[in-house]
């Protein structure tokens, strides 16, 4: 079973999806981390072709076989990352291995193109949604600094991320869109996780 979970920046999805891929035993596939460890190589002077990303368990991200999880958190790759992602050899790679990751395997991946471009055809396609404010907030907690100053930068990369020509941030037709605005993380947990039973019923896993 392939669970795809995409949204905008800062909406929650690495929580819920490394929450319900650990409850499930599903591999947990933060996308947005491998485009930021692009960044992070294309900081470090790394060509695109010597640039290889891969995904290890817990969904840790190997650059050039460093685990580099620790470092790609900083409000400078949250820009980078998201400058990185509007090339389309950067996309074609790293889509390429995030297919190849889900092929025979059950996954929760998550990141903004996974229901409509990675995984097309995904068991289950959920789009996680919050005000631009309280998504601000939200980052405020993890990365601190002033409200207005993550408000814009929020906005800035919703821009980007939703107006570029390659892939944008979308919903699928058929994901189940989920305004996680006014719900805690195990509020919108529980509404996922009823509809993966739903969808396990479904398909008879
Ligand atoms: O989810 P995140 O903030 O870690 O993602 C960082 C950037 O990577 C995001 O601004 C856009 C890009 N990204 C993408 O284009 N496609 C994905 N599937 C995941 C992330």
Do not use: C
Request: proline share 4%; net charge neutral.
């Amino acid at each position: 079973m392939r669970i795809a979970i995409d949204g905008p920046a800062a909406a929650g999805k690495t929580t819920i999806a490394r929450r319900l891929a650990a409850e499930l035993g599903f591999l947990f596939v933060p996308t947005g981390a491998m485009y930021r460890a692009a960044a992070l190589a294309r900081r470090r002077g790394l060509s695109l072709e010597a640039t290889d990303i891969a995904v290890a368990a817990d969904g840790r991200i190997l650059l050039a076989g460093e685990d580099v999880t620790d470092l790609l958190g900083s409000p400078e790759l949250d820009d980078l990352s998201s400058q990185v992602a509007v090339d389309s050899r950067v996309r074609r790679r790293l889509v390429a291995i995030q297919r190849r990751i889900a092929e025979g395997q059950d996954v929760v991946m998550e990141g903004r193109d996974i229901g409509t471009v990675v995984l097309p055809d995904a068991e289950l396609k959920v789009y996680l949604w919050a005000t631009p404010e309280e998504r601000a907030r939200r980052r405020m907690r993890d990365q601190g600094g002033e409200f207005a100053d993550v408000l814009a930068a929020i906005r800035r990369r919703d821009e980007r991320d939703s107006t570029r020509a390659n892939s944008p941030l979308r919903p699928a037709p058929d994901a189940v869109v989920i305004d996680t605005t006014d719900k805690s993380p195990d509020q919108v947990l529980a509404v996922v996780r009823r509809l993966v039973e739903e969808r396990r019923a479904h398909v008879g896993r």
